[in-house]
């Protein structure tokens, strides 16, 4: 689970991209300068959308966002690289 891209694509919603994202019996949560997504919907193994619904935190640095994956079994952290920043 490898993060390539976090994209702002709206004022409530980023997109992440990568490779390797679970999909069957996992849910995924994402997490921004300690804001927690209200919603997020795996797309296939490669996209993830991520709602904000009070909105996506704004910083004057680049940060880092989090994502994870979770089953009743697991939780899995994906891979985020230093240039992946919001």
Avoid: R, W
Avoid at 10 to 15: A, G, N, Q, R
Avoid at 25 to 50: N, P, R
Wanted: aromatic share 10%.
């Amino acid at each position: 689970m490898v993060v390539s891209t976090a994209s702002i694509t709206s004022v409530i919603l980023v997109t992440f991209t990568g490779a390797n994202f679970p999909t069957d019996g996992y849910q995924c949560t994402a997490v921004f300068m300690g804001a927690q997504t209200s919603s997020c919907t795996i797309i296939d193994g490669t996209e993830v959308l991520a709602g904000f619904e009070a909105g996506i935190p704004t910083v004057s640095v680049d940060t880092k966002p989090k994502l994870y994956f979770s089953s009743s079994l697991a939780t899995h952290y994906a891979t985020i690289p230093d240039d992946v920043v919001l």
